[in-house]
């Protein structure tokens, strides 16, 4: 089981390497979900992510407080008017839009909820 937990810990880090460089694969949640998986599986691999220069600190902070750092809020913020507005742009049907604006305010308060990394 360990190797499954570990496979899906690699796999969860591939996607989070993929959204650094696109923009609408989220990385932050893929690393989270990482360093999940990798808890089940080796001390080794998580400790590694936990201690890793990018990622560490917001891995720590949700782990221990649930929190998002300042940055990563404001970060998230100008990510997803971006892309609301892109699609504005774009001419999506208003349904379309009403419910990407429904889910991207939601994503929103949650991040905003959260306390301060």
């Given amino acids: 089981m360990r190797y499954i937990w570990a496979s899906l810990g690699l796999i969860s880090v591939g996607f ?12 932050v ?3 989270l979900l990482a360093a999940f998986f990798f808890a089940k599986s080796s001390e080794r691999l ?4 936990l201690e890793h220069r990018v990622f560490g600190s917001a891995i720590g902070d949700w782990q221990t407080r649930g929190a998002i ?6 970060r998230a913020t100008l990510s997803i008017f971006a892309v609301f507005i892109l699609s504005v742009i ?3 049907r208003p349904m379309i839009l009403a419910i990407q604006a429904v889910t991207l ?12 990394g």
């Fill in 69 to 74: 750092n300042l940055k990563g809020k404001r």
């Fill in 29 to 31: 949640p893929f690393m």
């Fill in 46 to 49: 998580h400790g590694w992510l």
């Fill in 16 to 27: 989070g390497l993929i959204g650094v460089v696109l923009p609408l694969i989220p990385t």
């Fill in 90 to 92: 774009m001419g999506l």
């Fill in 105 to 116: 305010t939601s994503v929103l308060i949650f991040i905003w909820t959260r306390p301060n």
